[in-house]
């Protein structure tokens, strides 16, 4: 995932993208292996969805496909890729409709694609949202970014979902590292994660267990928590 917009690095506007991509890939079974950060520059977009782009599956970016002068992210896309900006008849004209006698040229800005995207809809979403090959144009306004998705997921379509189990437990993330280590040993296919939790008088350490098999996912949190006293183990799915 590439986050685009200065006031992401400024603070001014708090990401919450990330872990909404996150949540819907894994309900189809895609890892999220790597998210960027840029600014508004774009030089910089290029040069990272070159990279990206050529070294994983899918790329989305999210952020700077608006009206205004910061919005720059088509034109990068299309450098990175080496092709024209071009405007799409079918996204002006769907900008005139809805704008009639208020459509400006800042609107129709929103009418820019790199050349040769494709302009993905659903039967429910018929605003399109634009992909070049394997990398997606998303917006950056929390709001639009899930009301996208689904146009995402019905393209990508479902694999095998990742299954999440886990134990929340009062002790110590050092004092679980021994059941840790071992449960790591002896479930090799199931990612065990331990997060500490400070002042939550319920639990101080979160322990997750993760596969793409549910039965394995399982398997591994309730051996981790047969070693331990189960007084102090609370399990939520």
Request: aromatic share 8%.
């Amino acid at each position: 995932m590439l986050v685009i917009g200065d006031e992401i690095l400024s603070g001014k506007v708090q990401e919450a993208n990330v872990a909404t991509l996150a949540v819907a890939l894994r309900g189809l079974g895609v890892l999220l292996r790597r998210v960027v950060v840029v600014m508004d520059d774009i030089d910089t977009i290029a040069r990272e969805v070159a990279l990206l782009s050529k070294t994983h599956d899918w790329l989305f970016t999210s952020g700077g496909v608006g009206p205004t002068h910061d919005d720059v992210t088509v034109e990068a896309v299309a450098k990175a890729f080496g092709v024209r900006v071009v405007s799409s008849p079918e996204m002006e004209a769907m900008l005139r409709a809805h704008y009639k006698e208020r459509c400006t040229p800042g609107h129709l800005r929103m009418a820019l694609i790199p050349e040769g995207a494709s302009l993905e809809v659903t039967g429910d979403i018929t605003w399109p949202t634009i992909r070049l090959t394997n990398t997606w144009l998303l917006p950056g306004i929390p709001e639009v970014f899930r009301m996208k998705l689904p146009v995402v997921v019905a393209h990508i379509g479902a694999g095998r979902a990742f299954v999440s189990h886990a134990a929340y437990v009062r002790m110590e993330e050092s004092d679980l590292k021994p059941s840790l280590d071992r449960v790591v040993a002896q479930f090799t296919d199931v990612a065990v994660g331990s997060y500490p939790k400070w002042f939550d008088p319920s639990y101080k350490t979160k322990v997750t267990f993760d596969s793409r098999d549910a039965a394995r996912a399982r398997a591994a949190r309730d051996a981790f928590v047969s070693w331990l006293d189960p007084a102090l183990v609370t399990l939520r799915d």
